[in-house]
């Protein structure tokens, strides 16, 4: 089972970005989500979510609603800023520069 | 990263989260229990009962209450947060001991409160820039003398031209003299003397001070041949004449002419005093011969420096000048030098050494009150210290228990500085309503800069008295602590020692403040106990100025002597009375230069001087000034028949050493340089200055006619208040003359006092605060001697137990307690040596190391170090050894 805190720092923002980018979800949906993407590989501790949506939030990256969730009961959604759009292309730009890079090493090597 | 946009959002967040962090805390908890809920809610799906998938989501969430924390912690404000959490452990701690609060903020109110009463009056009397347009250029000009024996003369009308036409130093200079004109009433209203200026006429636009209504003067109006022109205060504008702007071209009376309003000067113009209510232009008032005169020292001469130019260049220059006129003018009182100061030292000099060492004394006391707050601190964190020890054993980190000690001592500091705010402003409205005197007095107000001051103070403080004992506190001790704290007899060594030297600092501030209160206290009463050679008890003084208009002849101005004499003789419970130009005490006011008829010429460069004087026959018995030779005037020895004077002692001392002086004849003396004086009589000297030498003095009939200012002496049966005289001796004056306004209506007492307020304020206050640090001192020592016994409670009960003798004990403990006290007054006595020679310009009659003073400060420290310390000491010396020991 991998931990996103043992990736590469800041890749939990990436993959939290990312699933904003298409529609607004609360945090046990983000949680969710990329569990079910990644094939069951990533699971995302409640300890590093909430923090991380947390500073996100502060960065202003991410702007938080609340809003009824689909079981009717109120749920804080998040959604992606403009300047949280911004943030996600250049993180993924730098992130698949990085996995290329790593791909090339294990290839050639 | 950082895309400007995002700035205003993150701080709309910060602030956010700092005004609604309880709500954004419900928040987060709603947020979390959703989660979990939603956790649940799926497990009970994959068929878990209800309580299993309640533990089963738990497990997988981890601890909520750090998962809490952690999320909090990204909100940014999270150290405010601690100092807000240590802010109120830090209140309530200090709450749970309110004695030692009180103590702790009080203190610190008395230390901040005269500090920034004396700061706030030292920067708006010393150091606010007048504000005057250039004010770093404008200087003051002054004669002196090149040897350097005098610094400070007023300016004679003939060198001011000289100086005006001669040196290139300047852009402009102006000239000024104070006087008063007696400003008659209109509509009913009272007559009143008023204190005016008259200057040149470039004055006010040289300070680039514009009227508030009408205009300036201008060279026209600056002119002997111009029409009468005057230019009105604000306060008397609006006083006198209801702020009506219809005054602009209208007449006034002064001294019985008639002057023509042309402007009012604004509000904020209070230069030199807001006393002044009247301006005019000099060179109409002034005699054009008057201003030619290199002899008649009788203006202040104010200057603007040409860019570039500093003061020494421009000295110089007046310096050559100034050596000129002397070669040009060997005889007579002409000054061979000048002396420039920037304007506004010109007009505090007298002030700033008496200030500066108030202000030094407040310092000191505000010293004081840290170290005893520090002192008390100590004494508290040597109690809790098993707490400390606790917390840090815990993990708890330095830093933060520092931080909290710090933080509970800035608590006592700001409440203290708040406090002590509220005293400084009392203080200062007693401060301006006393000393009415003091140049500027008017500017003193409480503004940034002294807000500024005192929030500076304020942290200093807290930073001083809680960094002390929280740096003492040592991390390695704590495992000693821990030991020490099973058995109470060793407790502390090093917050007692701590304490000690603070003790000894505290001590030897003390002195120092003792000793210059001291001083300062043994000077004034030199100064009052002078003998002035005249009677100063049941003496009534008021003061005459008749005016010039109305007062035009000798013959009109002698008869309105003899009349008035004679009706104020004539009220019951007048003893005797007299008049005279200037009196005793007053100052120097008039000299004029004289040669002896029978006498060979003197050498080229020299001339006698004396002071001149105006007197009725009456005066010298009224005063019981001693006849020591000849005669008193004689009633019919008046105007063109006053051909006698009178000298004094210092006179014959110095002009007839070894002569007869009755008999002989001066050249010279008022009026006219050429007429001759036949000395009839000698009598004792009096003082011109409290604080000064006996001049020798010439005294002429006041019925010659010559003087218009004259103060009316009346001596009264002893025991009789002679201010009850005032008012029916003001009634005989109306009903001479209704107009003429009398001022100064003291006893010769009060008078005197007068001219000693200045010693008299800086020997009380340094006096006060010498009293408040020796209080402190005391309960200092007697604080730290007292948990010295308790401390010791063990080992004194095992002596006492085993036969130790109560007197040995106290005498032991006293020994503990005196000893800080006793290193503290050495090293305040040595300290005190320097500082005494600081303050010598302000001492009279005393040299700086009076031993009367040292011992008597001396004695009194070691009384009082002793009664703190010998409650406690004797305390020990009572305990019961069987509870001592169990104490334990």
Same mark, same amino acid.
Request: neutral net charge; proline residues 5%.
């Given at each position: ?21 298409? @529609? ?10 990329? +569990? +079910?993407?990644?094939? @069951?590989?990533? +699971?995302?501790? +409640? ?52 996995? @290329? ?6 290839? @050639?090597? | ?9 993150? #701080? #709309? ?42 533990? =089963? ?49 009080l203190v610190?109110?008395l230390g901040?409160?005269a ?23 404008? /200087? ?50 009272? *007559?009143?003397?008023? *204190?005016?200026?008259? /200057? ?50 209208? &007449? ?30 000099? %060179? ?71 200030? %500066? &060492?108030?202000? =030094?004394a407040t310092?000191c006391l505000l010293l004081i009150a840290?170290l005893n707050?520090?002192n ?127 003790l000894a600092l505290q001590v030897g501030l003390t002195v120092v403040l003792l000793i210059g209160a001291g001083l300062l206290i043994?000077? %004034? ?46 009220? *019951? ?5 007299? #008049? ?109 200055? /409290?604080?000064?030498?006996? %001049? *020798? ?5 006041? =019925? ?11 001596? &009264? ?37 007068? &001219? ?8 009380t206050l340094l006096l006060a605060f010498a009293v408040l640090s020796l209080l402190l001192a005391a309960v200092g020592l007697f604080g730290v ?33 005196l000893?800080p006290a006793i290193?503290g007054l050495?090293l305040g006595l040595?300290?005190s ?9 302000? #001492? ?9 003073v040292f011992?008597v400060v001396s004695v009194t420290l070691l009384v009082v170090a002793t009664v703190a310390c ?19």
């Open positions: 089972m991998g931990k996103p805190s043992d990736l590469v720092q800041g890749t939990l923002d990436l993959l939290i970005l990312k699933t904003l980018s298409i @529609e607004a979800r609360h945090g046990w949906a983000i949680a969710k989500r990329i +569990q +079910q993407i990644s094939g @069951e590989v990533l +699971q995302v501790q +409640q300890g590093s979510l909430y923090p991380a949506l947390h500073r996100l939030e502060q960065q202003g990256w991410i702007k938080a609603k609340w809003a009824e969730s689909e079981t009717g009961r109120q749920a804080k959604f998040y959604s992606l800023t403009a300047a949280g759009r911004k943030q996600l292309e250049s993180e993924y730009a730098n992130w698949a520069r990085l996995s @290329e890079a790593i791909n090339l090493i294990m290839q @050639e090597a | 990263m950082n895309s400007p946009m995002r700035s205003p959002h993150k #701080l #709309l967040m910060r602030t956010r989260m700092l005004f609604l962090r309880n709500r954004a805390g419900d928040q987060l908890q709603a947020e979390l229990q959703f989660h979990l809920d939603q956790q649940i809610a799926e497990n009970i799906a994959a068929g878990m009962s209800a309580e299993e998938a309640r533990r =089963a989501a738990l497990r997988l969430f981890g601890n909520p209450t750090a998962l809490r924390d952690q999320a909090r912690a990204t909100w940014s404000w999270q150290w405010l947060e601690s100092v807000l959490h240590d802010l109120r452990y830090g209140v309530r701690t200090l709450a749970r001991t309110p004695g030692f609060s009180v103590l702790a903020i610190m109110a901040i409160g500090n920034v009463a004396l700061f706030t009056v030292v920067h708006s009397v010393l150091l606010k820039p007048l504000p005057f347009k250039d004010q770093d250029r404008l /200087v003051r000009i002054y004669e002196a003398d090149a040897k350097g024996r005098f610094q400070d003369n007023i300016v004679a009308g003939g060198t001011f031209a000289a100086w005006q036409s001669q040196a290139h130093s300047f852009e402009q200079m102006a000239i000024k003299q104070w006087m008063h004109y007696d400003l008659a009433g209109a509509n009913g209203q009272l *007559p009143e003397a008023a *204190p005016a200026h008259t /200057v040149s006429w470039n004055f006010f636009s040289m300070l680039g001070v514009q009227p508030a209504l009408g205009r300036s003067f201008t060279a026209g109006d600056d002119r002997p041949e111009a029409n009468a022109t005057v230019i009105l205060s604000w306060g008397l504008w609006k006083r006198r004449y209801g702020a009506d702007p219809g005054i602009l071209g209208k &007449t006034i009376l002064l001294d019985a002419r008639p002057f023509t309003v042309i402007g009012v000067l604004p509000a904020w113009f209070t230069y030199p005093d807001a006393k002044i209510q009247l301006w005019t232009p000099l %060179y109409h008032e002034k005699s054009a011969q008057v201003m030619q005169m290199h002899e008649a020292h009788n203006f202040d001469v104010i200057a603007k420096l040409k860019p570039g130019v500093t003061i020494q260049q421009a000295n110089a220059e007046l310096n050559t000048i100034q050596a000129a006129i002397r070669l040009q003018h060997p005889t007579g009182p002409i000054n061979d030098a000048a002396n420039i100061r920037p304007i506004l030292d010109a007009e505090v000099y007298d002030l700033k050494a008496g200030l %500066y &060492t108030l202000l =030094a310092g840290c707050v520090a008390l601190l100590v004494a508290r964190a040597a109690t809790r210290r098993r707490e400390t020890a606790i917390r840090t054993a815990l993990g708890g980190s330095r830093a933060r228990l520092i931080r909290e000690q710090v933080i509970e001592s800035l608590i006592l500091s700001i409440a203290g500085g708040a406090l002590g705010f509220l005293f400084a402003s009392e203080i200062l409205q007693w401060l301006i309503h006393s000393r009415q005197d003091i140049p500027r007095v008017e500017s003193i107000h409480i503004d940034a800069i002294v807000i500024l001051f005192a929030t500076g103070v304020m942290l200093f403080c807290g930073l001083l008295a809680g960094l002390v004992p929280a740096l003492s506190t040592n991390d390695r001790q704590i495992l000693s602590t821990l030991h020490e704290s099973s058995r109470s007899h060793s407790g502390g060594r090093a917050g007692i020692r701590l304490r000690r030297i603070l043994a000077s %004034y009463r030199h100064l009052r106990s002078v003998d002035i050679g005249c009677a100063t008890h049941d003496i009534l003084t008021m003061r005459l100025d008749l005016p010039k208009g109305k007062y035009r002849k000798p013959d009109q101005i002698a008869a309105f002597y003899e009349q008035f004499l004679e009706r104020a003789r004539s009220v *019951p419970g007048v003893q005797a009375a007299g #008049l005279i130009s200037v009196l005793p005490g007053e100052g120097r006011g008039r000299d004029d230069t004289f040669d002896i008829r029978e006498h060979p010429p003197l050498p080229k460069g020299e001339n006698l001087d004396a002071t001149t004087r105006f007197v009725d026959p009456g005066y010298f018995s009224a005063m019981r000034i001693p006849l020591l030779q000849g005669r008193f005037f004689q009633p019919n020895e008046r105007l063109d028949q006053a051909q006698s004077i009178i000298v004094n002692r210092e006179f014959v001392a110095e002009v007839f050493p070894n002569e007869e002086p009755l008999g002989k004849h001066i050249v010279g003396g008022p009026g006219d340089s050429t007429k001759t004086f036949e000395i009839v009589g000698v009598v004792g000297d009096t003082l011109d200055e /409290v604080s000064g030498k006996p %001049y *020798p003095a010439i005294f002429y009939a006041l =019925a010659i006619g010559l003087e218009r200012d004259a103060s009316l002496v009346v001596r &009264t049966s002893s025991g009789h208040d002679p201010l009850q005289l005032a008012l029916p001796i003001q009634h005989q004056l109306a009903s001479i003359d209704p107009d003429l306004p009398v001022t100064h209506v003291l006893t010769m007492d009060q008078f005197l006092g007068t &001219t000693t307020i200045d010693a008299s304020f800086d020997a001697l007292s948990y010295v016994v308790a401390q010791r409670t063990t080992e004194i009960g095992i002596r006492i137990a085993l036969g130790a003798q109560r007197e040995q004990v106290m005498r032991l403990m006293l020994r503990d307690g000893r290193f050495v040595v300290a040596a320097g500082v005494g020679r600081l303050i010598q310009s302000l #001492l009279y009659g005393t040299p700086p190391t009076d031993p009367l011992l010998a409650i406690p000491a004797w305390r020990a010396s009572r305990l019961d050894p069987i509870t001592a020991l169990r104490m334990e």
